[in-house]
């Protein structure tokens, strides 16, 4: 039987072998045909020289509040307005039969009441029963609610009763076709404000499901902070994080994760820019702000969307620290966005925005005897986060921002000499602000100089080079922000399509041979929620249930994963491989893992034939190869298809200390190679 089993073994290998002689034949007598023989290119890696370390934040991510990445996506809650605060206060809320749009007498409905001096509590809701039959309160959710059956929710809520009967509250999961799949009844305590807390099981999966509110006795409730989470959240946490999209950001392995944003951070108006000391403490005293993106795009209007700060910078910070990333905060200078108002504030009331950098650092970082650390071990962590890096401004330019940073560059330093502070060079990658910016800051002695590029893929095809002559005096260079734009800046027709991955492929293979002076790097914006987005790319697409990588975020994942310790010269004919003949190629090694990452990209209709000689390190004879390719430059991953373009894992052999591959057309690749022990 086993010697059975051994001969069909067999067979199937050696028909195996001869399916993939075949199949290389084919492939090698179709790009015959087709005119794409394999070009032959010798590279040769020095790898005994390091040429420069490569820094830990090398990759890293780049979050905001965008496409509701915070609230409708990371943060957990499913309830949209659970506090009744925003500008319209019931929005989110229906009730299909309430007295007032049925002019019904006999069910029921319900009023915003007023709190006065309470900036983060201004509402509750009063809801008024008289027939309980026929009336009942429903919460849309962020697009409706992602329920997944067998799972379990947890519902809390404030609530007091008044005058009547009424004395218990039903809430139930109800699917797109009204189907009860999760319900629980809550009995009310009396008159006063009380907190409640109840589950719910889901019997049924439905990505937009609503929670229904339904009263067992004429009378009245006030209600307030309703509010429902998945148990199942990112370690567990109570009122968490969304477990799938951590997740996603954690098999990154980033080097940092930048905080807030973004021009959320600015604000189209000083008087809503992103305040920090308003997202820590007790959820319910965050005070809500509408997110600046909601109106911000004609073609993607979502003026529903709020920024509830439930994931503020506390969470941020936890968030770095369960990553493994360094935290970066971005706070505003003092300037709202310039593409909106503009608006400064003048120099001489400055001083809270300097000190609100100078308590973050507090927050962060300073014992638990300090006013700001005790905020921190009051929100159960008592060590400090270690934060090493804060921005000051986002996308901000000229003399006006020059003026500001300077400031807060003496007030920060005086205090907190070892923060590096981060600044910025304005929106655009070239141009009259960018340059004003990057001379007064070198001018300064400014430590890192954020700069940002969404431009189209063969602008990143062609500037491979860019930093290859940069001045090595000076401040060193954050990519803060990029992603290639398939159709224009910004355009809503623009896909995380292949073209676009591949570009930034040959592109960071640049950033990396220039790791001396480009110290981290980061793709930008990081999320989009399928149903309620406002700008296209984005690295990672969701929904409320489902979620998936793009062919971006796939090639950030090479990236990250491969980061290394050293950086190595590359050579074919004793130049750098920067795009002659459609090839770009970078190589680190790992010190710590004992491997060596050869990265090549080939942007060019045909494959190329790689002889890749490794000098001055003895490698092992077997190594592993990730590639991501296809001649289909349209090529999209989906929620049908999350992995159609993403990386296949294949083995390599190396022959004294030379790796022979051949390179498909369109193609992106990492090389592992081990040291020899
Ligand atoms: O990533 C989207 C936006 O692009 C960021 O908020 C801003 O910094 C840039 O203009």
């Excluded at 980033?254 to 905080?259: C, D, I, N, V």
């Excluded at 990386?647 to 390179?663: D, H």
């Amino acid at each position: 039987m086993v010697r059975t089993i051994n001969n069909l073994l067999l067979t199937m290998h050696i028909v195996t072998k001869q399916i993939t002689l075949l199949c290389l034949l084919f492939s090698c007598a179709s790009a015959a045909i087709s005119g794409q023989v394999a070009a032959s290119h010798s590279l040769t890696v020095d790898a005994a020289e390091s040429v420069a370390p490569i820094q830990p934040t090398m990759y890293g991510i780049f979050f905001e509040d965008i496409n509701f990445a915070a609230d409708g996506g990371l943060y957990a809650e499913m309830i949209k307005n659970r506090g009744f605060e925003f500008t319209l206060p019931k929005t989110g809320w229906l009730e299909p039969n309430s007295d007032r749009h049925s002019m019904n007498e006999n069910s029921g409905m319900s009023d915003i009441v007023k709190v006065k001096d309470d900036p983060a509590n201004q509402n509750y809701l009063r809801v008024t029963v008289k027939n309980p039959e026929g009336y009942h309160l429903l919460n849309e959710g962020f697009r409706g609610m992602g329920v997944r059956e067998g799972d379990t929710y947890d519902l809390s809520f404030k609530a007091g009763t008044g005058k009547g009967d009424l004395s218990a509250v039903t809430f139930q999961l109800l699917t797109t076709d009204d189907e009860v799949i999760g319900e629980t009844t809550v009995s009310l305590a009396g008159d006063g404000w009380q907190d409640y807390e109840a589950t719910l099981e889901a019997t049924a999966t439905d990505p937009a499901a609503r929670l229904r509110l339904t009263f067992d006795a004429p009378g009245t409730a006030n209600l307030d902070m309703i509010s429902l989470f998945p148990r199942d959240t990112w370690k567990g946490r109570n009122k968490g994080l969304r477990k799938d999209l951590v997740q996603l950001l954690y098999d990154l392995e980033p080097g940092f994760l930048r905080f807030p944003g973004g021009c959320i951070v600015e604000g189209r108006t000083l008087a809503r820019r992103y305040q920090w000391k308003k997202t820590v403490g007790s959820i319910e005293e965050r005070e809500l702000l509408v997110n600046r993106w909601n109106t911000e795009f004609d073609h993607r209007l979502t003026p529903d969307y709020y920024q509830s700060f439930g994931l503020g910078f506390f969470e941020y910070f936890q968030l770095a620290e369960d990553l493994g990333a360094e935290p970066m905060p971005i706070l505003s200078c003092g300037i709202a966005c310039q593409f909106n108002t503009g608006e400064l504030v003048p120099m001489e009331e400055l001083d809270p925005y300097v000190q609100d950098a100078l308590d973050l650092i507090e927050f962060a970082n300073a014992d638990t005897t300090t006013a700001w650390g005790k905020v921190r071990a009051d929100m159960g962590h008592p060590e400090p986060f270690n934060m090493k890096y804060i921005g000051i401004g986002n996308e901000q330019w000229g003399p006006e921002y020059i003026e500001r940073y300077k400031v807060f560059d003496e007030a920060i330093k005086a205090a907190y000499p070892d923060i590096v502070i981060i600044s910025g060079s304005g929106p655009f990658p070239d141009g009259e602000y960018f340059d004003y910016g990057w001379e007064q800051l070198r001018e300064m002695n400014a430590e890192i100089v954020d700069e940002h590029y969404y431009r189209s893929p063969e602008w990143f095809r062609e500037n491979a080079t860019r930093y290859d002559d940069y001045n090595r005096e000076g401040p060193k260079v954050f990519a803060g922000e990029y992603a290639a734009q398939s159709v224009a800046i910004a355009s809503p027709e623009n896909k995380n399509n292949w073209n676009c991955a591949l570009s930034e492929a040959a592109y960071m293979t640049g950033l990396e041979r220039n790791a001396d002076i480009v110290v981290m790097t980061s793709y930008a914006p990081l999320m989009a929620h399928a149903d309620a987005w406002q700008w296209t790319p984005d690295m990672i697409w969701f929904d409320n249930l489902e979620s998936y990588g793009t062919a971006n975020y796939y090639v950030q994942k090479l990236y990250a994963n491969h980061a290394g310790t050293d950086l190595h010269r590359v050579t074919e004919a004793g130049k750098p491989v920067t795009g002659q003949d459609g090839l770009y190629a970078s190589v680190v090694s790992d010190a710590g893992r004992g491997e060596v990452y050869v990265k090549v990209a080939n942007t060019s209709d045909a494959p190329r034939q790689l002889d890749i000689t490794i000098k001055g390190k003895s490698l092992a004879a077997e190594g592993t190869a990730y590639t991501m390719s296809g001649t289909d430059m349209d090529a999209v991953n989906s929620f049908d298809e999350p992995m159609k373009v993403s990386p296949v894992e294949s083995e390599v052999t190396l022959r004294k200390g030379k790796l022979t591959a051949t390179l498909p057309a369109k193609a992106f690749a990492v090389y592992k190679l081990q040291v020899a022990k």
